[in-house]
């Protein structure tokens, strides 16, 4: 067990308890992957995780080409699916939160956002794949620096320069003595915090989701030898129980992401008070 | 490369810091999926979402319609039957009435035929009574003056002295007729 990011498979297949062989436990290394084209040490290299990220848009832009690239009005199975998918974000996130009228011209970025978060998330069931793209911090600071460009330029564009602090101070007159400090907070909290917040979220569930996947995993053959056996078979059945719950993660945390996305677009749109 | 891409090489441990590389691809890969149902696939299933909520909507406006018509037709086809049952109702009113007048303008023609018939009757019976009262007077005239010429016994010659008796002698008889009528 080292931070070999050589390492192919999450842990070593030789190894079994009271072979006078530690537990291989997983942690930072299994996020790590050898590239599988260029040097790792160089900015120019190609991984397992870029190979699932792009993988997995093909696969998105695939199911919607398939069943919206010619739709009908009485909708087949496939374009029900993806329909159902779409409607479900478009009412019940996108227009519950910014409202019909402001919030169509978002409908895409949000609905785009969610199938690809998803998908990324997907990625740790799936068998061969099994690791989400967005436990890796890049994926979901890059979706978040999205966000925050837009929330900025759209606070701008709505309030301009002296109104973009009034929305970002949450500036208050009614608070009194209290202003300087709540402005202090509030500026720090929807302007640095807030981005970084909005990533790490995604980001530390599915790497928490996979580390226990992993855990569950390694120790169900780890403890496959002599008495262990039994404690393999509970191991497994966590491993089973975990990978249900994280079906269920998975879906939830796509839809806090952009649940988050409309509130924040939502506020950047909203008359400041 | 820059010192905090190297730092960010040397780092490679710490999660929290996004490998350059990665990020692109990510990027990448979420542009992909954001160009290709921004651009061609949302506006295709809106289409025909927009489309399926007017066929929708056509068809109820449609039933909507067919009801209003039926139900105006309903209305105009009582009214109809309204208008004729009081039609009817004030034909027969008038019917009645008009039997009515008839008997009256027949009966107040019965009673003014049957009033001109006892009328003509009187005045038949009251030219026969004078032409009989005449002609008596004059026959009685006759008698008397012959009974008077026989019982005197001399021919009474003066002939206007004789009317004078006679017509003095009928008028006697005649107010004393009308004293004791």
């Known amino acids: 067990m080292s931070a070999d990011p050589t390492q192919v498979l999450a842990f070593e297949t030789d190894c079994h ?12 290394h ?19 995780t870029m190979l699932l990220a792009l993988l997995g848009s093909i696969i998105i832009v695939g199911f919607f080409w398939a069943a919206f690239r010619r739709p009908q009005v009485v909708p087949g199975k496939l374009q029900m699916v993806a329909e159902a998918g779409y409607d479900f974000i478009r009412r019940g996130v996108v227009y519950e939160t910014i409202g019909k009228k402001e919030g169509e011209k978002y409908v895409p970025l949000v609905v785009s956002l969610f199938f690809f978060v998803w998908m990324m998330n ?20 890059g979706l978040a620096a999205i966000v925050y460009i837009l929330w900025v330029s759209l606070t701008f564009k709505r309030h301009g320069f002296v109104g973009f602090f009034k929305n970002v101070t949450g500036y208050d007159k009614s608070l009194g003595p209290v202003l300087p400090l709540a402005m202090g907070i509030e500026f720090f909290s929807n302007l640095l915090i807030r981005p970084f917040t ?27 030898n002599g008495i262990g056996i039994a404690y393999a078979g509970v191991s497994f059945i966590m491993t089973v129980v975990m990978t249900a719950f994280e079906l269920f993660i998975q879906a939830l945390q796509a839809y806090v992401f952009v649940l988050l996305t409309c509130t924040y677009i939502q506020g950047a749109l909203a008359e400041h008070h | 490369m820059s010192p905090l891409l190297t730092i960010a090489a040397e780092e490679m441990e710490n999660p929290l810091i996004p490998p350059i590389p990665e990020l692109v691809i990510g ?6 999926v954001f160009g290709f149902l921004a651009k061609k696939l949302l506006p295709n299933i809106n289409k025909v979402l927009e489309e399926r909520r007017e066929a929708i909507e056509g068809g109820i406006e449609k039933a909507e319609a067919a009801q209003t018509e039926a139900q105006s037709v309903l209305e ?3 009214a109809q039957l309204a208008e004729a049952r009081h039609e009817a109702a004030r034909l027969r009113q008038e019917a009645q009435e008009q039997g009515a007048t008839l008997i009256a303008e027949m009966r107040a023609e019965g009673q003014r035929q049957r ?27 006759k008698l008397a003056t012959e009974l008077a010429g026989k019982l005197v016994g001399e021919s009474l010659e003066d002939h206007a002295r004789q009317s004078r008796v006679i017509d003095r002698f009928l008028d006697e008889l005649e107010e004393k007729a009308e004293a004791t009528r």
């Open chain 2, 27 to 32: 990027l990448i890969a979420f542009v992909i």
């Open chain 1, 17 to 28: 308890i009271f072979d006078g062989c530690g537990f291989p436990s997983p942690g930072l």
């Open chain 1, 122 to 141: 997907l990625w740790a069931i799936i068998p061969l794949a099994q690791f989400p793209v967005t436990s890796v911090i890049a994926y979901p600071a």
């Open chain 1, 30 to 48: 299994s996020f790590l992957f050898e590239p599988i084209w260029g040097d790792g040490d160089s900015n120019v290299y190609f991984n397992k």
């Open chain 2, 76 to 78: 105009q086809y009582k």
């Open chain 2, 115 to 141: 009033e001109e018939i006892v009328a003509a009757g009187h005045a038949q019976i009251e030219a026969d009574r004078k032409a009989a009262a005449s002609a008596l007077r004059q026959d009685v005239g």
């Open chain 1, 198 to 224: 909005h990533a790490v979220r995604l980001f530390a569930n599915m790497f928490a989701g996979h580390t226990l996947l992993l855990l569950f995993t390694i120790a169900s053959w780890y403890l496959l």
